[in-house]
C-alpha cells in the first residue's frame, strides 16, 4: 500500500516561487506514471501535470507550461512541482498522484483522467495574491 505525502505549500504573491514535494512510502513509484493535480475554489480538479516512470515524457496544462516544471527522483520516491511566475489563478490545494496498477501504454491516452490514478496525497494549499 503506497502513502504520498505532500510538503507543505504556502502563500506568496503574484510573481513568486514554490516548489511542492511529494513523497511515496510503502512502495516505490518508479514503474509508476506520476501526476499533480488541483482543486480551486469551487472548481473540480483539473489536471496540471504528468511524467512517465522513467521521465521519459511529460506534459503540462497548457497555463502553466513555461512556468511550471515536474520532476521525478526515483531513488528517494520523491515526485517534485517547480512553480514559477505564479498568477492568482494558481491558486488551489495541489495533489499528487500515482497511476494505478494495469498497462502502461494507455498512460499516454489517459494521464489526465482523475480515475487514471489510485493513491492520492492529502493536498496542500497554493495561495497567490496579487
Known amino acids: 500500500q503506497v502513502r504520498l505525502v505532500e510538503s507543505e505549500g504556502g502563500s506568496v504573491h503574484t510573481g513568486g516561487s514554490l516548489t511542492l514535494f511529494c513523497v511515496a512510502s510503502?512502495?516505490?513509484?518508479?514503474?509508476?506514471?506520476m501526476a499533480w493535480f488541483r482543486q480551486g475554489p469551487g472548481k473540480e480538479r483539473e489536471f496540471v501535470a504528468a511524467i512517465t516512470w522513467g521521465g521519459g515524457t511529460i506534459w503540462y496544462i497548457d497555463s502553466v507550461k513555461n512556468r511550471f516544471r515536474i520532476s521525478r527522483n526515483d531513488r528517494t520516491n520523491t515526485l517534485s512541482l517547480q512553480m514559477n511566475n505564479l498568477k492568482p489563478e494558481d491558486t488551489a490545494v495541489y495533489y499528487c498522484?500515482?497511476?494505478?496498477?494495469?498497462?502502461?501504454?494507455?498512460?499516454?491516452?489517459?494521464?489526465?483522467?482523475?480515475?487514471?490514478?489510485?493513491?492520492w496525497g492529502q493536498g496542500t494549499q497554493v495561495t497567490v495574491s496579487s
Open positions: 498522484a500515482r497511476a494505478a496498477d494495469g498497462d502502461r501504454s494507455d498512460f499516454y491516452d489517459t494521464y489526465k483522467n482523475t480515475d487514471r490514478y489510485s493513491a
Open positions: 510503502g512502495r516505490g513509484i518508479e514503474e509508476y506514471g
